[in-house]
């Protein structure tokens, strides 16, 4: 059975701790006093029987002292006077049909009288025989359920009032954790490690804000190192790759035999590899708040020309007559980097497709390959930087997902199924918001305002760099 989530929380816990600790402490404590108490009500009605027994038997003792038969008897005790035959020669009311009878209660130290239980004493007489005393234990019994009612209720109750008490003391005592913990939650790394404020009183919540403040300035230095380190690495990456695309396009251009080597082709394919790693790279280090788009609105054939060229043998399906607004460096970008998943996923002769459908609401884009299909247990994690599901570097769904979010709308990922019900590999579908848009000049200005409103919201330093067409 699964415990509500309250039951987990730290506050209900110590509340349980002191609970259960009140009541060891209340069970013990009341339990050794209950002892006792009983112990010396005992001592106490074993001492008034034998103070009563005493001075009866005085008074027979002593005829002279006044005392003896004609003393009265307190409520609730019996007595008689015993010869030496054991014949009964007196007895108090309540007790005459035993007078010169035989004794009842020979050796006995308890007996009941009208369902009622007795504590008996006897002191021998001078005369001969002795006088038997019994003293009811009503009042004792009663006392003893006393005790064992108030141990009880002390067992009983305690531990709930310490249980509520412990509760609200523990949610003022907790605020100030409860208010660390929100904080700190609210912390993300990847856009601010901003310090969180301290409370003035330096007690536990005290420290344990300034460990996480000391642990978010040494996050903020190892992502500023991580930072520099990639820009260095695109930076040395940046020139030599320029070098090579220039010397290739030059080479391509000069020699019709180089245009057609396919050595010459595979290695501007390799260039132009290394040049989205590295501009993924760049993202990465910079992030993503840091690129601004530039909108253009184009025919979507032109999308599926660059495409073509970048990641050959896709096939494109769907309207590839439409118009987009969009930035096509940035939109080429994810897209190119679903293909070329879906290419390693899916091999030399293996399918990869991108449709594209329009509507006035939105503009999507599924590409879809025959390959393995994602890990079911990498789930939404596929589009974590350096988390790859391909072999790849991981960076290019990271890097996808951002630009579609920036354009107003969203990747999303998984496996795709046939017709018959089998798996037909990984699917991925980005979203961009549409456009109704007539012919005129109001349409044509409406084109231009929405492209400023959507680069207005992710206004930043431009990111260096765009994808050659």
Known sequence: MKLPAWMHSLRFRLAAMYTLLALALVTLVGAVMTVQLLRDLDGQFQARLDERADRLAEGFNSPASGLGQTQP????????????????????PGLRDYEKAPFPFPGLLEVRLDDVPFKVATRPLRAGGFIWVALSEDVLIEARRSAMRVLTLAVVGTPLLTLLLAWLAGQRALRGLGQAARLAGRINPSSSVAALPLPRRQDEVYELLSAINLLLARIEAQQAREKQLLGQIVHELGAPLTVLRASLAQATAHSAAAATNPD???AALVADELTFTTQDLMQLARGQLEMRLAYHYIPARQLRERLDRLVPGTEFTGDWAAFILCDPDRLTQALR????????????EGQVELRLSETPEAVRFIARDSGAGLPPELGERIFDPFVSGSGSSGLGLSVSR??????????????????????????????????????????????????????AVHRTAALPGRIPT
């Open 264 to 266: 010459v082709r595979r």
């Open 337 to 348: 980097n679903l293909l070329a998943n879906g290419r390693r996923a899916a091999g030399r």
């Open 402 to 455: 951002q630009i579609a979010r920036l354009h107003g709308g969203d990747l999303t990922g998984g496996n795709w199924r046939t017709e018959n019900g089998e798996l037909g590999g990984a699917e991925f579908i980005l979203n961009l918001p549409g456009l109704e848009i007539g012919d005129d000049a109001e349409g044509e200005e409406a084109v231009l305002e929405e492209a400023e409103q959507r680069s």
């Open 73 to 92: 008897a307190p409520a609730g005790s019996y007595s008689m006077v015993v010869d030496e035959k054991g014949r009964v020669l007196a007895a108090t």
